[in-house]
């Protein structure tokens, strides 16, 4: 037999065709797995090559010299069986045979349930079996909306500015806006490249939403290279470089937007004690748990203007715990879905208070752009019709529109410039890579905007130092970098009798806020609310993790088309509680692409954390039983070692009114520096327990209306 044959024969076993529908190597895996392996997973090749051979002298041993795909499949399945359970009756030597056989479970797995356009899933037969449709029934899918980019070339770039802006996410988006329209002339600088509506078409194997277990370590569109960039895991066995694939790295968008391309948008306000955490609950031992220096009133009026300018649909009657609005939100809530239907009976019964979730997308035609067709593909992915608002598509256009700003990508900021017996800064140093060559460049401004993120903030302030700063720009008392912060999630998944998933997106729908403050016993506590549409891919690997499923055989296929359609998630994000020891340094030994030491994450969560997060866990448990679900299942909670900030990555550089612990003012002006600004959530002393994203927002307002007010 040849390695094709045995390799199709081990295919038909773990995603078998039956029932009227197909198997994986009918469905094309017989084209995606060669492809792959000869490209993206190319690792897995060398395993994969010798497990094929291997797996035949083991099926010769046990059935008197038979090939595997000679035998019937009771005793192909016979054989899978005792190598997942790492029995053999031959030497495999350096090839583990339970690896070999995930590695192939895991591609049939991203080829079969991943989407037709990776060519493993033909003509959507997975899809069609398990119910999954990437738009409601009835809607036509979003044509990718056209766009050419507003950026400017590297050899157009001027000399000097008035402003230059270090990162296009929610901070830096807005900040140049601001600027750019208060007249200053502004440089816009991005890292990663502007990408299209039509290069963030929805690919369920490469994007920003993670998929444990079955998901490829591939790199993503709006995501960084892995090319170049690492940074070092501080864990308990010592430091590890890590890339981006892996989640110990703390991955972030990196294209025009940011994480505004790809995020889930929801908006929700602080309230008022997210801003007064030590004040509501004391300080915890072992942590750094602190007040802002302002509170929800003061930020009030940026609320109000973010959700204005750049677009929120929701329901003003809702978030309870958030302050008196002046006015609503200018769009109606999105169109719930299947799974929000019977949560709002199980929370009848229980008693708690619901709202829609308030989301940075249009629920109607607004802008010139029109209104949200409930496609499935939302969180993670590109909004191939622009329905989602990010800054790529809502401010900064405004900014380019005043002739004032330009926005350079794919350039990287090396260091924040000073000069002068004063140390003040003057400008950054820039470097790219055209042609095979590293380009580098300094470009001055009177001001400094830095909003690249809270781990690439501290960062570029850290490889910032000078002799006056040896440690670091407005690092005098070790305060940058400290605090990192991200968002633990937790909460349950729930099994009903009937299907309650529509696949009408972008999903999360009703929201419950009576778990965000003042339970007892606790500090904080978090927002819930239902998901939103889970892929196929990545309902699979949570299947498989929580045991509801098999990994391979008819067993596995048929659990998916029984299970998908009636599995729901309720899930928000903890109050994490901060530490100071919980930072970014910078790793002298380790450097990128472009030779700059890259950032370090060290720290632990504090207890508190998981507390919040098994109390959360329970109560969502509580209303999807209270909904009619049959079966929970917990979900999420801190990770085993390190920080969360892989999701909502913020604190790095706190604001206060003593320099001696904080990194800025009030306003985001750098102490010490007061032309050197932040404008992105490392100014954020705590993280809420809910999304932050309309706090990055309204924070960018209040520290470039100050800058352009002065």
Avoid at 161 to 188: K, M
Avoid at 403 to 423: E, K, N, W
Wanted: aromatic share 6%; hydrophobic share 40%; net charge negative.
């Amino acid at each position: 037999m040849t390695p094709r044959q045995t390799l199709r024969a081990l295919v038909d076993r773990i995603v078998p065709e039956g029932d009227g529908h197909p198997g994986a190597w009918e469905a094309g895996a017989d084209g995606f797995l060669p492809r792959m392996l000869a490209g993206e997973a190319r690792a897995d090749a060398p395993l994969i090559e010798a497990g094929l051979v291997l797996l035949d002298a083991e099926s010769a041993a046990r059935h008197e010299g038979a090939a595997f795909a000679a035998l019937d499949a009771a005793r192909q399945d016979g054989i899978v069986a005792e190598l997942l359970a790492g029995r053999s009756r031959v030497p495999w030597g350096e090839v583990a045979p339970d690896t070999f056989v995930l590695a192939v479970i895991r591609l049939c797995a991203q080829g079969y349930w991943g989407d037709p356009g990776n060519g493993g899933n033909r003509n959507a037969a997975s899809w069609r079996m398990i119910g999954y449709r990437p738009v409601p029934g009835g809607a036509a899918p979003p044509e990718p909306a056209s766009a050419t980019p507003p950026t400017t070339p590297w050899e157009r770039v001027a000399d000097r500015y008035d402003a230059v802006v270090v990162g296009s996410g929610a901070g830096g988006g807005v900040a140049a806006c601001v600027l750019a329209e208060a007249g200053h002339r502004v440089l816009l600088v991005e890292r990663g490249p502007w990408l299209t509506p039509e290069e963030l078409i929805p690919d369920h194997l490469r994007n920003q939403r993670g998929v444990p277990r079955v998901g490829g370590a591939y790199d993503t569109p709006a995501g960084p290279p892995a090319r170049g960039n690492p940074r070092v895991h501080a864990g308990a066995s010592g430091d590890e470089v890590v890339w981006p694939a892996d989640p110990r790295w703390s991955n972030n968008a990196m294209t025009a937007g940011g994480g505004t391309r790809v995020y889930g948008a929801q908006s929700w306000r602080f309230c008022a004690e997210d801003f007064a955490m030590a004040t509501t609950y004391g300080v915890p031992e072992d942590s750094s748990l602190a007040d802002w220096p302002f509170g929800e009133a003061d930020l009030a009026p940026d609320y109000d203007r973010a959700e204005w300018e750049l677009g929120v649909s929701g329901d003003p009657a809702g978030n309870s715990c958030a302050g008196p609005r002046t006015r609503g939100y200018p769009m109606p809530p999105v169109r719930p879905n299947g799974t929000a239907r019977v949560l709002a009976a199980g929370a009848r019964r229980l008693g708690l208070a619901t709202s829609p979730v308030p989301l940075l997308i249009n629920s109607v035609p607004r802008d010139g752009r029109g209104g949200c067709v409930g496609c499935a593909t939302c969180v993670g992915f590109g909004c191939p019709g622009e329905f989602k608002n990010g800054t790529h598509n809502t401010v900064i256009p405004r900014a380019v529109a005043t002739g004032r700003c330009d926005v350079l990508t794919g350039a990287q900021a090396t260091r924040v410039l000073t000069g002068g017996p004063a140390g003040r800064v003057s400008g950054v140093a820039l470097a790219a890579e055209a042609g095979g060559r590293v380009l580098r460049r300094e470009v001055a401004a009177r001001h400094v905007v830095l909003a690249a993120g809270a781990v690439e903030t501290a960062r570029l302030l850290l490889n910032s130092a000078s002799d006056r700063e040896p440690r670091g720009l407005g690092n005098a008392h070790d305060q940058v970098g400290r605090h990192l912060q991200g968002h633990v999630y937790a909460g349950a998944f729930g099994l009903f009798d009937e299907p309650v998933q529509d696949c009408v997106g972008p999903g999360p729908s009703i929201a419950t806020n009576d778990f965000r403050h003042h339970n007892e016993g606790l500090v904080g506590g978090g927002m819930l609310a239902n998901d939103f549409v889970p892929t196929p891919l990545q309902t699979f690997g949570t299947l498989t993790a929580l045991g509801a499923v098999p990994a391979w055989g008819a067993a596995a296929k048929e659990g998916m088309r029984a299970l998908y359609p009636r599995l729901a998630l309720v899930t928000g994000p903890v109050q994490e509680i901060p530490r100071a020891g919980v930072r970014v340094t910078v790793d002298a030994g380790t450097r990128d692409r472009f030779g700059v030491p890259v950032a370090r994450l060290a720290g632990n969560l504090h207890p508190e954390d998981a507390r919040n997060a098994a109390f959360l866990s329970g109560r969502a448990a509580e209303w999807l039983t209270a909904a009619g679900a049959t079966t929970v299942f917990p979900h999420g909670g801190p990770p085993a070692a390190g920080p969360s900030a892989g999701q909502h990555q913020a604190g790095t550089c706190r604001m206060g009114t003593d320099p001696a612990v904080s990194v800025t003012d009030p306003f985001g002006t750098v102490w010490g520096h007061d032309n050197l600004h932040v404008a992105d959530a490392s100014l954020h002393v705590t993280n809420g327990g809910v999304n932050p994203v309309l706090t990055v927002l309204a924070l960018a307002y209040r520290v470039s209306g100050h800058i352009g007010a002065a």
